[in-house]
Antibody
Framework: QVQLVQSGAEVKQPGSSVKVSCKAS????????ISWVRQAPGQGLEWMGR????????NFAQKFQGRVTITADKSTSTAYMELSSLRSEDTAVYYC??????????????WGKGTTVTVSS | QTVVTQEPSFSVSPGGTVTLTCGLS?????????PTWYQQTPGQAPRTLIY???TRSSGVPDRFSGSILGNKAALTITGAQADDDSDYYC??????????FGGGTKLTVL
């Protein structure tokens, strides 16, 4: 069964960017949506956007349009999420998650363990 | 801006039944929103419980069920157990590749 391994915790300065990776192993990668979801301390889940690696097409929540970039490298089965112009409110755990099925739309079903991003001066 | 609404908190007695709901700030939730339910405990990634309104994910006990009740999606837990004490999130598909989570319900079993 597929596992998603995320990159390690990051501490960033306000105004900078962060890039988080998510490597899939043990299962198919290219045909399934990969979504990015974040959770600020003590808050709920927030869907940020998704990519279909096979097509390279991405969709984003309106809130993050223009500030988030989601890419995928099929050769290494790795997805990336880059968030720019960081502010303190971006401090959160960032999860990648693979869709349950190749048939769209399919919700997130397999989750990474999360990457903590702290934005602080 | 579409807002997905959930009860902020709920409590249930052990062995009891509870129904959590997932609505829209405007309009009704239907199967076309592909309602999905997740369970999350502190410090852990979410666990998929129900997808496509009423399909249980692999390994999920049958005391969890999903449905459409009136104009909302619903998650019913029948015979609640202590380890059901968690946060529950619904997820809806808005079309065009866009998903949105509800604010979550903190369920207390006591």
């Amino acid at each position: 069964q597929v596992q998603l391994v995320q990159s390690g915790a990051e501490v960033k300065q306000p105004g900078s960017s962060v890039k988080v990776s998510c490597k899939a192993s043990g299962g198919s990668f290219s045909s399934y949506d990969i979504s990015w979801v974040r959770q600020a301390p003590g808050q709920g889940l927030e869907w940020m956007g998704r990519i279909i690696p096979l097509l390279g097409t991405a969709n984003f929540a309106q809130k993050f349009q223009g500030r988030v970039t989601i890419t995928a490298d099929k050769s290494t089965s790795t997805a990336y999420m880059e968030l720019s112009s960081l502010r303190s409110e971006d401090t959160a755990v960032y999860y990648c998650a693979r869709a349950l099925d190749v048939v769209v739309p399919s919700p997130m079903g397999v989750w990474g363990k999360g990457t903590t991003v702290t934005v602080s001066s | 801006q579409t807002v997905v609404t959930q009860e902020p908190s709920f409590s249930v007695s052990p062995g009891g039944t509870v129904t959590l709901t997932c609505g829209l700030s405007s309009g009704s939730v239907s199967t076309g929103y592909y309602p999905t339910w997740y369970q999350q405990t502190p410090g852990q990634a979410p666990r998929t419980l129900i997808y496509n309104t009423n399909t249980r994910s692999s390994g999920v006990p049958d005391r969890f069920s999903g449905s459409i009740l009136g104009n909302k999606a619903a998650l019913t837990i029948t015979g609640a157990q202590a380890d059901d004490d968690s946060d529950y999130y619904c997820l809806l598909y808005l079309g065009g590749g866009i998903w949105v989570f509800g604010g979550g319900t903190k369920l207390t079993v006591l």
